[in-house]
């Protein structure tokens, strides 16, 4: 079975600051990783995502994280935020067996950035 | 715009109506999903069609049940829900097989039972 620990619940950070998000995984398989970000009443949307190779992935609106297997992290990071920024970040994990795409979240990292 | 369309945005209803929950997706994707999300919390997976047909239903109550009528639609029934049940709940599309399990989300459908 998988699980998905988020370090912080809340990170507040002022704009044009630098952020990490931290994301660790428990699984005894190899496992996809994903970040989502869910912006205030909409869905989730799609960060970036690791299935295999490089293990610095970069994703859409300048957030890259870099896949860790022997500390078991995907931590989500980007050099300098904006004010349209703030929402609510979750990590998942999914098992590359079977035939369906079942994602565990965590339990989501709300950041916060202030002017 | 999202590729994946849910209607109602909202939706407001007693304990006793019976109304549904509408996804639809354009996508070629064989596997869609229903999942709950309260305030403040990570969506919970409900349930999963994979080519139409129910794979995975995580002890949901029987109150709510889902339909697939075809490989680009997902509908979920309510039926005699209670007031914890109200939430945010999310529909998903996804290969079989393929892309790692990435999901697309729609934008969800707000419920309130009063």
């Known amino acids: 079975a998988q699980s998905v620990t988020q370090l912080d619940s809340q990170v507040p950070v002022f704009e044009e600051a630098p952020v990490e998000l931290r994301c660790n995984y428990s699984?005894?398989?190899?496992?996809?990783l994903f970040w989502y970000v869910q912006y205030p009443n909409q869905g989730l949307q799609l960060l970036l995502k690791y299935l295999s190779g490089s293990t610095l992935v970069k994703g859409i609106n300048g957030f890259e994280a870099e896949f860790n297997k022997s500390q078991t992290s995907f931590h989500l990071r980007k050099p300098s935020v904006h004010i349209s920024d703030t929402a609510e970040y979750f990590c998942?994990?999914?098992?590359?067996?079977?035939?369906?795409?079942?994602?565990?979240f965590g339990q989501g990292t709300t950041l916060q950035v202030k002017p | 715009d999202t590729e994946v369309t849910q209607t109602p945005k909202h939706l407001v209803m007693g304990m006793t109506n019976k109304k549904s929950l509408k996804c639809e997706q354009h996508?070629?994707?064989?596997?869609m999903y229903w999942y709950k999300q309260k305030a403040k919390k990570p969506p919970e997976l409900m349930f999963v069609?994979?080519?139409?047909?129910?794979?995975i239903n995580e002890s949901v109550p029987s109150r709510f049940s889902p339909e697939c009528p075809n490989s680009s639609l997902l509908n979920l029934h309510l039926h005699a829900l209670q007031p914890e049940d109200s939430a945010l709940y999310l529909c998903a599309s996804s290969q079989v097989g393929g892309s790692g399990g990435e999901l697309f989300f729609g934008e969800g459908s707000r419920l309130t039972v009063l």
């Open positions: 998942a994990v999914s098992a590359p067996s079977g035939n369906t795409g079942k994602l565990i």
């Open positions: 069609y994979s080519y139409e047909k129910l794979s």
């Open positions: 699984s005894s398989v190899s496992v996809y």
């Open positions: 996508m070629g994707h064989r596997a």
